[in-house]
């Protein structure tokens, strides 16, 4: 089974790219949905770390949102609670797709928690900034403050970039995108 991981600025485009792949797909914003609105565990430690935040399930997007525009330093709390969880998941969900050709690691975080291994292909999403802000600004929880604390955690685009095995730039319509997958797919399966 080979591990394509889709990695990429916020708002890039990495989810709907992970889709037009055509294999199994671990999406880890999904998880992260599922974690909060039912795992107990995380609950229990975001509400010692952060009482003043979270008391019960589901965790709401208002109270995670909260904690971090008050102190940036609560999301590095959050996500080393989130994160081992997100992991777990993922080695589940490997295991359960073994026999796959390949999967799609859509993580946002990836390359920061070192997620990858060696033999992953790495696929950057290079997206037009003006584009990307668009784009955000048409979701209904668009919050710049909350955008830019995210984007301090994560590593520089560049550096992503300088991991990647193919780089695929989106301009955000279908037909490249697919063209763009195919062409990848063909040179990872030739070798």
């Known amino acids: 089974m080979i591990k394509i ?5 916020i708002g890039s485009g990495k989810s709907h790219i992970a889709k037009l792949f055509d294999y199994p797909i671990f999406n880890a914003d999904l998880e992260v949905a599922k974690i909060y609105k039912t ?28 904690a971090i525009t008050d ?3 609560n999301l590095i709390k959050i ?11 993922m080695d589940i969900f490997l295991k359960d797709n073994k026999k796959e050709d390949a999967v ?15 033999g992953d292909v790495i696929i950057f999403i290079q997206s037009k900034k003006i584009e990307v802000i668009k784009r955000l600004k048409k979701r209904s929880n668009f ?18 970039k300088k991991k990647a095995h193919f780089i695929i730039k989106n301009n955000f319509t279908n037909k490249s995108a697919k063209m763009n997958i ?9 070798k």
């Not at 991981?5 to 600025?9: D, E, P, Y």
């Open 5 to 9: 991981a889709v990695v990429g600025g």
């Open 39 to 66: 795992n107990r565990k995380c609950l229990k430690s975001l509400k010692k770390k952060l009482p003043k935040y979270f008391s019960s399930l589901p965790i709401k997007k208002e109270e995670i949102i909260k």
């Open 71 to 73: 102190d940036e330093k």
């Open 79 to 89: 996500t080393n609670i989130i994160h081992p969880e997100i992991r777990t998941k």
């Open 104 to 118: 799609i690691l859509d993580i946002p975080l990836l390359l920061e928690n070192k997620l990858n291994q060696k």
């Open 143 to 160: 919050n710049l403050d909350l955008l830019n604390k995210f984007k301090k955690i994560q590593l520089p685009l560049d550096y992503k």
């Open 182 to 190: 195919k062409k990848i797919l063909k040179k990872i399966f030739s």
